[in-house]
């Protein structure tokens, strides 16, 4: 699943979501369906978030752990423990 980092970055910024919408150019109700997942942003609207935003594209993604990796077959997200 997508999750996006859009109402954290406002939130440091002290930008509302309707004054990001406002930005972007598109309604409250579009951006509020991206920030929760129920509707997935098209590439064009990930870049024009991030300018909005002033932050790379890749800064809306959240950042995935470092101690996990991946199965390639299944897609399962598998912690790595560190033996001592």
């Given at each position: 699943m997508l999750q996006l980092r859009i109402k954290e970055i406002c939130k440091e910024r002290g930008i509302t979501l309707n004054e990001l919408a406002e930005r972007v150019?598109?309604?409250?109700?579009?951006?509020?369906?991206?920030?929760?997942?129920?509707?997935?942003?098209?590439?064009?609207?990930?870049?024009?978030?991030?300018?909005a935003l002033n932050i790379a594209p890749s800064e809306l993604f959240t950042p995935q752990p470092t101690?996990?990796?991946?199965?390639?077959?299944?897609?399962?997200?598998?912690?790595?423990?560190?033996?001592?």
């Open positions: 150019g598109m309604s409250r109700v579009s951006l509020s369906g991206i920030v929760t997942g129920k509707q997935k942003p098209s590439f064009d609207t990930l870049e024009k978030l991030a300018d101690n996990t990796i991946t199965c390639p077959k299944c897609g399962t997200v598998l912690e790595v423990k560190e033996r001592i």
